[in-house]
């Protein structure tokens, strides 16, 4: 069986490649001490210097007459890649050779298996259980890896607020039944967290079917796009936690498997190790326990996931209102925008009018100037053969016989340039209703080509463009007027 996992453990792809410190040789340590008289389990949390290391690892029992159960070694990955571990690898060594972990060791950085549990890059642990022949003084050991010192601390903390049951802390799954805790206890940490966000962000929107969304629409709230889009991004952020828990309840269920097979296996072990054990008549059995307890966790996961998909319609109805919200205020801009480019043409519009009149003014003064300007020129001598008289000059006469016919001519000339701006306008509106008419009726005369049969080209087929088409159509407008004109004139 090593051989198999020597080989995995060369094979496989490294998900945690870890290093270790040059000069770091204190660690921190866990230990389970169980009172015999009692059966209460103490813990202990314990830096061990270099100089205590041998002893400590030959310690069975304390000065209370305690008998050691389980410890375990915390090492923290540190470091600006969170990858190395604060112990110095010969120290390492010496643990897992103590421990009889050097092949758990290799092989946890590949996959998990019991006695090397990975839950990378966060948490991986390898530990040993081993049942003594000739004594009950069972003990486990192992070492927990952790990403960073808060990580450890949170787990150390939660191990030293609960009572233990010395049965639990017995099995060889305890660890796994530890983590399967912290990891349940994670989830309701998130949800809580997460489901507090959302009720922010529902009594912002006003988006979850209560009197809140009235009320703000009777005050006529509105919420800037700007707190929107952040509001959405908090929801995806959201939506991206919440998938992680699938993560953790899918590790927690292969703990709670790994529970079971322990809690049998350890009672086979016992039973045939049985007739060379000095066993005691309570000597416990933390199967059935295990058991009970993997039950009633899986219980609480069926209700984790419930809460978790329910946080996340939550979630995904929070988005979908942000986002139909920020496409409102978009909405409203662009009728903001439109009303007050509507206003700009009007004033235009007005302007041109303006323009226009101005124009239309200066269409009647422009000829009586320009005869004014004319006459006033030395090319007419006005004074020759006649005297100053108070009458009126026929000259006058003369301007006005000239000033009156220009300015018709004039507005005439303007009129028919309007006209014929127009017709211009009629005519490519024309074009556009005959080629819709002829797009409606003849759907393939969209395409790029199509083939005219005719007497001029020897009945073959010819390439024409929708051009030819729209000539064609046209030319027979024509004719058919023609006909009806020849016809008129024959009667």
Known sequence: ????????????????????????????????????????????????????RDAWLKRRTDDKGRTLIA???????????????????AVQNTLCEQFGLRTAYKYFHT????????????????????????STDDITEGIIFTQGDAVQQTYLEFISKIPWNHGICLSSAFLAYLFSMVLCSEIDTLQKNILQGVKEIEGETGFHGFAE???KLEQGRSLATEAMVEMSAMASGFTTKLA???????MIEQLLELMLKRASEDRANRERLASGRKAKEDEPDGGPILEAHVEVMRQRMKMQSSETKYIQERVQIQISATFHTI????????????????????????????????????????PGSFISALFSTQVFNWEAGGGFSVGVNPRFGLYWVITIP?????????YVWIGKLKRDVDKRKKDREERRKTL???????????????????????????????????????????????????V
């Open 1 to 52: 069986m090593e051989e198999v996992y020597n080989t995995l453990t060369l094979t496989g792809a490294k998900w945690w490649d870890l290093q270790h410190s040059p000069n770091e040789e204190t660690f921190k340590a866990t230990q389970f001490w169980l009172d015999q008289t009692s059966k209460a389990v103490g813990v202990e949390i314990q830096t061990v210097q270099p100089a205590q």
């Open 71 to 89: 410890r375990y070694v915390w090492l923290s990955a540190t470091g600006p890649n969170k990858n190395e571990i604060n112990l110095t690898k």
């Open 111 to 134: 996959f998990r298996q019991a006695f090397a549990f990975c839950f990378g890059p966060k948490l991986a642990a390898i530990w040993s259980h081993r049942l003594s022949k000739t």
């Open 213 to 215: 969304r009235k009320k």
């Open 244 to 250: 992680g828990t699938g993560r953790k309840t899918d």
């Open 327 to 366: 496409s409102q205020n978009d909405t409203l801009a662009n009728l903001e925008v439109a009303e007050e480019t509507s206003q700009i043409a009007y004033y235009s519009y007005r302007d041109a009018s303006s323009m226009k009149t101005l124009a239309f003014v200066t269409m009647v003064f422009l």
């Open 406 to 414: 220009l300015t018709l001519i004039v507005f005439l000339l303007y």
């Open 440 to 490: 409606t009726e003849h759907p393939d005369a969209s395409s790029s080509s199509y083939s005219i049969r005719g007497p001029g080209n020897g009945g073959k087929g010819r390439t024409a463009t929708f051009a030819d088409h729209i000539k064609l159509k046209r030319m027979r407008t024509r004719t058919t007027s023609g006909h009806a004109e020849n016809g008129s004139n024959a």
